[in-house]
């Protein structure tokens, strides 16, 4: 009981990161590794997403209905997303990571420098695309962000937040939305690999489904409420922790 007590917490606290700005996991997933540390590390990834999934699909659904995006042209985007987090779970099966662990810190200290000196930066949504041309570059990131993903995964949520910001030109409330519908179909199609070769304990995503479900709806709510800026702040303190993170586990562990 101590034990899912714990990554109960800690789920509540992902749903509510990842419905803001994403990098939920940056919680979740080390509570889940610390609090079952004998665990495979495949049925605590399983678990993870087959928990989260129940939040970010809450949040799709809340931002569906408030924020304004061209949903349907969007969808093509979001299943390049599943497809390329299901290929990248398959290249990780032949190649090791340890390259990319390595350099992640640096891609993501990037993305804040650039981030914190353009200071209108997400503020205001002017999308630069429209039509098929806004597909098109959408599942060009969805693509790419989806095989990261399936690859290696910490900082998914926040890579798509700040390359729809920077490539399409979207505000932080609506690339937040857009990354909703990407990584509900990325954590579907993963949880569909999982699923196959049994690395998902129900009893314990059940519980943290419903906690994170909650955060989810909290995130959601102060998002919607505050608008953008809101979302920003949250996104520049959620990269930077996950700067401090990974660079720890590359580097110091």
């Known amino acids: 009981m101590l034990e899912l007590a714990i990554v109960a917490l800690a ?24 609090t079952f540390p004998t665990a495979a590390p495949a049925t605590l990834a399983g678990t993870n997403k087959a928990a989260a999934i129940w939040g970010t699909a809450w949040a799709t659904r809340q931002y569906v209905r408030r924020v304004d995006l061209p949903w349907r042209r969007l969808m093509p985007a979001a299943v390049l997303a599943g497809a390329g987090s299901f ?39 002017r999308p630069r695309f429209t039509g098929h041309a806004e597909t098109a570059v959408a599942g060009a990131i969805a693509l790419a962000v989806g095989f990261y993903d399936g690859f290696f995964g910490p900082g998914t949520g926040s890579f798509f937040v700040f390359l729809f910001v920077r490539l399409l030109g979207y505000d932080f409330l609506h690339a937040s939305a857009t990354a909703k519908l990407m990584n509900l179909l990325t954590n579907a199609f993963a949880i569909s690999l999982f699923v196959s070769k049994g690395y998902i304990w129900w009893h314990v995503a059940a519980v943290m489904a419903v906690t994170n479900v909650i955060g989810s709806l909290v995130g959601t709510r102060l998002a919607l409420k505050h608008g953008a800026g809101f979302v920003r702040g949250v996104f520049v303190v959620v990269v930077a922790a996950l ?8 580097f110091f562990r």
């Open 11 to 34: 789920s509540l606290l992902a749903g509510f990161i990842d419905a803001v700005a994403g990098g939920g996991g940056l919680v979740l997933l080390p509570a889940l590794f610390s």
């Open 243 to 250: 700067i401090l993170k990974t660079a720890w586990d590359a």
């Open 87 to 125: 290929a990248g779970a398959w290249v990780l099966t032949l190649v090791n990571p340890d390259g990319l662990r390595k350099a992640l810190p640096f891609v993501l200290l990037a993305v804040l420098a650039y981030t914190l000196a353009k200071k209108d930066l997400g503020r205001e949504h």
